[in-house]
């Protein structure tokens, strides 16, 4: 499976957060330039004290021969061994040897120092690579010996072991300060970067536009908030658009583009609907199915746009016929019909098919002045009485309408 393929608790179990790598990244930076300048400046003091030790050593091995060069000529050895102890115990000399003209050994001297930070020291001056130091004893201008000093590297091992110590506290010190500092970058830049992918995260679940990225201090990451709050803003602004025509396309796809009225799809859905309740509720749904009468002959006399205005103005007269929970609708052509649910009587309904026959006595006035007579027959059903579906409800109220209409027209008339 490659890297790009693993699932998210796969990529998560080797994956670490911005303020862990950050935090990481400061504090290896930090600590790595201090062991790095503290082993440099080790180093240095290293090369600068072997040079000290020779030096100093040179000096003593210059003192020492000035004062054995009695002992030496006159061959007491008891003083220059005493000499020997006294000058050079404590001078970090770790063997002193006074030899004669002939090269012999006259007196030496050696540390007792056996201990485990003798061992060290004389370990870290072999590593210094120090060389014994060697002085010729002189009598009236000629030699009459030497003598011969070796470091016991003490002081080299004191000096490694308090830039150790002090390479440990710097460390110490620098962590705590970088740690600090990380902090205070992680409030400045992970903490904004958090919130934004926060913010995201939310938008992305719960689909919630209302969100915003909080200011940040650091330029950039403000730049990057304000440029992801107006991508929200612009998303939001297409998503109203986006409703705004998935309502109007089904307002169009349910509703009649002349009068407004809901067309036969809404209808249907309506009707299935207030049956359902009425089924459970144990109550009645009445229909009224309409037709206008003479329809064609407007359209033939006057034109398609009288026509059109009859409609619309019937339309508005049976909507005001209504009551809320009613519904009319425009089956199509020159047909309507009304939903009333529920229907206490079938005489409610009669009364709302006599209000309807009522309200189109009023002519119509047309654009041009003229005036137009509506006339519509009204067929009546109910449920459960006369239909127990729709198709049943529609052929009912339909064969009232008709027996209208060979009546003479102009009124209404409950189905059989």
Known sequence: MTQAAQPEPARRAWQETLRATVLRAHLSMALLAVALAGVLLVLAGLVTLRFYVDSNLQLVARSLAYTVEAAVVFDDRAEAESTLRRMVQDEGVAEARVTDAQGAVFAEW?????????????????????????????????????????SDGLGLLRFVATGLIL?????????AVGTWMARRMLRDMVVPLQALAGVARTVRRTQARGLRVPPARIAEMDALGDDFNALLVELERREALLEQRNEELSRQALHDSLTGLPNRACFEQHLQARLAEARRAGTSVALLFLDNDHFKSVNDRHGHAAGDALLVAVAQRLRAQLRESDLVARLGGDEFAIVMAPAQSTQDAERMADRVVRAMREPVPLPGGARLQASVSVGVALFPQHAQDIAGLLRAADDAMYEVKAEGRGHHRMAA
């Open 110 to 150: 050696r540390s007792e120092r056996n201990d485990l930070a003798g061992q060290l020291a004389r370990a870290l001056a072999a590593l210094a690579m120090l060389e014994p130091v060697s002085e010729p004893i002189l009598y009236d201008g000629e030699p009459a010996g030497s003598v011969t000093l070796r």
């Open 167 to 175: 390479l440990l506290l710097c460390s110490s010190v620098s962590g």
